[in-house]
């Protein structure tokens, strides 16, 4: 019976037997080939220009996901949350040619921004008085200041009264603000709160209405931009933020680095072509490779119809980096046998039946790395899992089939060849750190060890963060915009609590309205002075209404104690025409909205407000149902779920590639040690970012399975070669020697290729981007000198007690 190496070996000389025969069934009919991949690839265009980006905090997290159906419930009965601030700094607000200049602005917004359900100032802001038995409700400039005492009267009326505080004037008066509420549901066209025609609940199983998109958003922001562009009034400076405007940035600085990244990945790779093989087909061919993988993935995601999310600017360069690869491991081998004088079909054959069995399992385990992200709660991350697969899968096959049939019929010129053993300076250079690992197997494996325990120490001081703030510069427009919202008006962002009081007109009840009243109070205290700066219930409307009725006098600015006396407040206020009451509860008066306006902050200031919050909640509303919700926690459960999918998928990288390790080597022992050599430096540098105190985002949490899925390219390069020559002569360190000279220089030319593609994100202009780029570019680099120092190392020390039977020439 042959023992378990002799069977490996049958097994890989079988499958490269199969590779074989498909070089010379491509090399037979290369016309059909040729014509049938690019009519693939033509395929793959034409839905190209449908693909849109999104980068909405609620759709990345899965509809299911419980933080996400709460926030779906609200705006089905409540509308967007979504808003932007307008801050404009003026010397005066109350300043009659100011206030002239503000209604133009105000009015110009609302005839050319789309997909707004309300625009609010100074200029139209909710008024509420008394005149005799009279509730009078109406525009706070419904009659129009026209001498210096009416201004002097206006601007006292603001400061006295607390809704106008912070919301549509700062404390000093240098500064008001326009808030524009985006519509909920953009294909109804008809006012989904309306009290006459109200929504079913979608409890009720009510169609989910279709909330603006990320591209309309962008519309909405480039038609405010255009408005603020026209003013020409006494404003010294315009701050837009917002959500919207955060999204919209960052879809702009996707569309820009996608062009980046493009061109400088492929201008890296033709220099890394053309100082490799020094001839046109070299580099054109391998373009080809990487363009077909580039269409046709691209082309899925446009003929799937869904939003791309912003974890897609990595993929040209990641696509283009391991299709290149691929290609150049068969072109190295290709023209080695070529211009040593072999026919064309001869050469394929060897080259494929060489080349073919490591390029898929190489292929096979960047797709599983990759494939891992699918594990993750967080859906950008988990569409990255299915769209890198793909188009790993599609730059295999084009380089194992459209490439041979290209070199079966473009013009080829042979190049003189020099000595067989003779090696560029540095190919002598991997020759000799390998030789060096070989001599040295302990030290090399002792100084990893010692690294490796560094690595790990450090990787136990990683913080993770999911502040999309901090992917702009810090000298970017919208960090100064954004601390303006927060630091003079109401705040940037919104928290919102759904209150269900369990009965129709619940919310009549004076206990219940003094228990709002109570928790909007104790709110604003939490996270500390100035964090939750504004909140807006109906309670505050009551007490408008309350004060109005009772000659405007600030002592009744106070919840009613009357049940029913509350029922006829509401009930006027409703009669006087204003629509305010309906963004605040459902027609049955039994659903109430909570809003609270907070600053901007990192999800790590967050998370103990909102764990307050939640206790508040349960403090003030033990009977009630009440769900915290809005932007801020969506935020909050991105960033958990960030990190729950790091591990996840790095778990679930490490439990399907080591077994395709021990699959392809043939033995347990020698798959584990395998994996030393391409966990290492994923360790290292997460390690390293522990220790300079990089946090993991959304991005940078993609370095550990990509970077293993790339490692272990060139980690079953060097093995599958090494254990062939090892299977033919016993000799380790003969082995080791053959392997780099043969392979060493494909090696290190892939790693520049893939380091140069990753290097390409330190363009980007978002600081996150430049250091995934970074870090990964970094774990490709170690990964290469671990293939040349650790695994030779690893292999002797495997081998040193017994000699392989040597498999018959």
Request: charged content about 20%.
């Amino acid at each position: 019976m042959p023992s378990r190496p002799n069977r490996v070996a049958a097994l890989r000389t079988h499958a490269d037997l199969q590779f074989e025969r498909l070089a010379t069934w491509v090399a037979r009919r290369p016309g059909w080939v040729i014509g049938l991949c690019l009519a693939w690839v033509a395929a793959g265009v034409a839905p190209i220009p449908s693909i849109v980006f999104s980068t909405s905090p609620e759709e990345s997290l899965f509809p299911d996901h419980p933080v996400r159906a709460a926030y779906t419930d609200f705006k089905e009965q409540f509308g967007s949350d979504g808003f932007v601030v307008i801050t404009i700094e003026t010397a005066e607000v109350f300043d009659r040619e100011f206030l002239v200049a503000l209604r133009e602005l105000h009015e110009g917004l609302e005839e050319r921004v789309p997909y707004v359900e309300e625009i609010t100032s100074l200029i139209n802001v909710r008024s509420t008085r008394g005149e005799a038995d009279e509730l009078i409700v109406e525009d706070l400039l419904e009659e129009w200041p026209d001498s210096d005492a009416d201004l002097r009267a206006l601007e006292a009326r603001v400061r006295a009264t607390e809704f106008y505080r912070r919301t549509f004037v700062d404390d000093d008066g240098n500064y008001t603000a326009i808030v524009l509420e985006l519509v909920r549901d953009v294909a109804s066209g008809f006012d989904p709160l309306a009290f006459d025609d109200p929504p079913e609940s979608p409890l009720d199983g009510a169609e989910s209405p279709r909330l603006i998109s990320t591209p309309e958003e962008i519309e909405v922001i480039r038609a405010v931009e255009a408005a603020i562009a026209d003013w020409s009034g006494p404003a010294e400076r315009f701050h837009v933020a917002g959500l919207p405007v955060t999204n919209t940035r960052i879809v702009q600085d996707i569309g820009e680095n996608f062009g980046v990244f493009l061109v400088f990945s492929s201008g890296s790779m033709v220099v890394v072509l053309v100082a490799l093989f020094r001839r046109a087909s070299g580099v054109l061919l391998p373009l080809v490779v990487v363009s077909s993988a580039l269409i046709g993935t691209f082309g899925f995601i446009g003929w799937r119809g869904t939003p791309v999310n912003m974890t897609a600017q990595i993929l040209p360069s990641f696509l283009m980096a391991v299709g290149a690869s691929a290609s150049i491991h068969i072109l190295v081998l290709f023209f080695q046998r070529y211009d040593a004088g072999e026919e064309r079909t001869a050469a394929l054959r060897k080259a494929l039946g060489h080349g073919g069995s490591p390029i898929t399992m190489a292929c096979l385990t960047t797709a599983v790395g990759l494939g891992s992200f699918q594990v993750a709660e967080l859906a950008p991350i988990q569409d990255l899992g299915v769209l890198a697969p793909l188009g790993i899968a599609f730059a295999w096959f084009y380089a194992l089939v459209l490439l041979p049939a290209l070199l079966s019929v473009v013009p080829l010129r042979r190049k003189p060849r020099p000595g067989e053993r003779s090696l560029s300076p540095v190919g002598r250079a991997v020759v000799t750190a390998g030789d060096f690992s070989v001599r040295h197997p302990r030290s090399v494996v002792a100084t990893t060890g010692c690294l490796v325990a560094l690595g790990l120490y450090g990787a136990t001081q990683l913080e993770y963060e999911f502040n999309a703030m901090e992917w702009f510069p810090l000298d970017d427009p919208i960090h100064l915009d954004t601390e303006i919202a927060d630091r003079r008006m109401g705040g940037s962002i919104g928290i919102e609590v759904l209150l269900d009081s369990g009965r129709e007109n619940g919310l009549h009840d004076p206990d219940l309205q003094r228990r709002i009243e109570g928790f909007e109070a104790a709110a604003v205290e939490v996270g500390g002075a100035g964090f939750v700066r504004k909140t807006a219930s109906v309670n505050g409307v009551l007490k408008e209404i309350h004060q109005a009725l009772n000659e405007n006098r600030a002592e009744f600015y106070a919840t009613p104690g009357d049940r029913e006396l509350i029922a006829q407040e509401l009930l006027l206020f409703e009669a006087s025409g204003s629509d305010d009451l309906e963004e605040m509860v459902d027609s049955q008066f039994r659903l109430a909205r909570l809003s609270l306006r907070s600053v901007w902050a990192s999800p790590k200031e967050y998370t103990p407000v909102l764990d307050r919050l939640d206790a508040l909640l349960d403090e003030w509303f033990p009977d009630e149902e009440v769900s915290l919700t809005g932007t801020a926690p969506i935020i909050i459960a991105g960033q958990l779920e960030t990190r729950d999918g790091m591990t996840g998928s790095y778990t679930v990288a490490l439990l399907t590639i080591t077994p395709i390790m021990m699959l392809m080597i043939g033995s347990l022992r020698g798959g584990l040690v395998s994996m030393v050599p391409n966990l290492m430096p994923i360790i290292v540098v997460l390690g390293l970012m522990g220790w300079t105190g990089i946090r993991i985002d959304i991005f940078t949490m993609l370095t550990g399975s990509v970077a293993i899925g790339l490692a272990v390219d060139d980690t079953i390069h060097f093995l599958h070669n090494f254990y062939r020559e090892f299977d033919r002569t016993g000799d380790a360190r003969g082995s080791v020697r053959r392997t780099l000279e043969t392979t060493g220089q494909a090696l290190l030319t892939t790693s520049i290729v893939l380091s140069l593609g990753f290097g390409t994100f330190l363009l980007a202009s978002m600081p996150t981007l430049q250091l995934f780029g970074a870090v990964t570019a970094l774990a490709i680099i170690l990964a290469f000198l671990a293939d040349i120092l650790v695994a030779p190392a690893l292999v002797t020390l495997a081998t040193r007690h017994r000699r392989r039977e040597i498999t018959p020439p």
